[in-house]
Nanobody
């Protein structure tokens, strides 16, 4: 069973930075594509950034401002968010999608962490 625990959210002023962390508990971290999604009030959940192997992809709205990275030694994925805007305000969720081996296709979600960008 996989568990994901996010941390690092909070209140930040426009133009500021935050780093979100997601700790993966379970086996075979390397078998999973890891992603960050967000959901703002009244909106659908959307993909923000994802990392699988050596590949990364980002929503157009965050390109050039956000980066995603994985630390295999710590089973952790990070989302570094710079130049934050009020429209980045949302609950951010960590996602793990198994891409290979038994159980491929299963996905797991963290509990979410609130990010609020406001002056």
């Amino acid at each position: 069973q996989v568990q994901l625990v996010e941390s690092g959210g909070g209140l930040v002023q426009p133009g500021g930075s935050l780093r979100l962390s997601c700790v993966f508990s379970g086996r075979s971290f390397s078998f999973y594509a890891m992603g960050w999604y967000r959901q703002a009030p009244g909106k659908q959940r959307e993909l923000v950034a994802a990392a699988s192997g050596s590949s990364t992809n980002f929503a157009d709205s965050v390109k050039g401002r956000f980066t995603i990275s994985r630390d295999a030694g710590k089973n952790t994925v990070y989302l570094q968010m710079n130049s934050l805007k009020p429209e980045d305000t949302a609950v951010y969720y960590c996602n793990a999608l198994k891409t290979t081996g038994t159980g491929a296709g299963r996905e797991y979600w963290g509990q979410g962490t609130q990010v609020t960008v406001s002056s």
